[in-house]
């Protein structure tokens, strides 16, 4: 899958939900690469501050990124949209601190997404894929996220309060794709026992019936509920039972819960890679997701390249019969047993490390360990597979070093190991020339990595 960036320009305006401020954002094309970036442009310089969880600086009622004294909040549902668009880079323009609150959903970033539409670009996507169960847990709070392995991205959400109005609820998206019909409708949510407090801590400035859902859950003063009518800015009104205020009715009975699953995807989108894995949040909130997203963040930045996914149940792409087909090699030299992934620019093979293989009776008896020319040479005869196999008449080929460069030995590899061996092209292939990166796991570690010049030249 290729990256992807919006096709054309487009303008969102609207005020903001804490400054009460009328803000434009302009979303614009980047480059490959450039991930989710925004520009205060109503500043001198133009900062521009990249979104990713660590410069997350504020969670209380919204997520707010920043870079030293420079700040833009609320950019959650913009996330959202543009992860599950599938969106990999775009500059945001906006004229001040925050981004327009709209009407508290995500449905007007998927309007306008739709409008543009998308343009694919040269870089592979970059998927960080989940291996094994990750957990974060507030004890203060009890909330908990939780991310399994799973062959796409999907989120499972369950909010609770000490409410009779909304006491727990449960909503799910197990595929992207549903974003759009399924959660970019549901709407932010207040209790109105929150907003005197709010608007103390020069918070939701900008809010009102048409932007949020209002939850009415324990009896208040008539004189009480006027007087928080009049600090917002709305008619009096009456209200005489426990309930939801607004005029426009919940669009699903779960809206809330639902609109929690659009900010636990909207915070997550700061993770900056693509996840494959399935999260199950537990009372989530702005905090508690920017913790956990930190956490994934860490390991996603420490890791270079993932080890290959290898299931032994899965039939190979190219077997033992038809790598001998491609490449000349053969045994007691032929060190690769099978392919399991292969395209244009990248191919994964399998070695199983047995104690019968020759070069142990010498290598050595007493402690045997696979030479490290061997674990580099397997890589090329995988390259030569990937380079091969899309030339006619493959047979009557061979590839040649030219050159290796960067060579690096991590860990043994003994008998028992499986080698899992990735290799990608660095550049196109010109000249009967192709320059490959190599790399050699065994689990999730890499034991071995490699960079080379191979020639394709015809057998005599």
Known sequence: MKQLTIKEPFEIKGKGLHSGLELTATFKPAPENTGYKFKRIDLPEQPEIEAVAENVVETTRGTVIGRKDVVVSTIEHAMAALYASGVDNVLIEVNGPEMPILDGSATVYMDNLERVGLQKQAADKDFFIIKEKKTYRDEATGSTITIYPDTNFSVECMVEYNSPVLPNQFAIIDDLADFRQEIAGARTFVFVREIEQLLANNLIKGGDLDNAIVIYDQPTEQANIDRLCDIVGVPHMHISKLGYVNTKPLVWENEPARHKVLDVIGDLALIGRPIQGRVVAIRPGHTVNNKFCRMIRQEVKHTTIQAPVYNPNVAPVIDINGIKKLIPHRNPFLLIDKVIELDKKHAVAIKNVTMNEPFFQGHFPEE?????????????????????????????YSTYFLKIDNVKFRQKVVPGDTLKLYVTLMTEIRRGCAIVKGYAFVGEKIVCEAEFMAQIIKNK
């Open 368 to 396: 045997p360990v696979m030479p490290g020319v061997l674990q580099v040479e397997a890589m090329a005869q995988t390259s030569g597979v990937l380079v091969l196999n899309f030339l006619d008449e493959p047979e009557k």
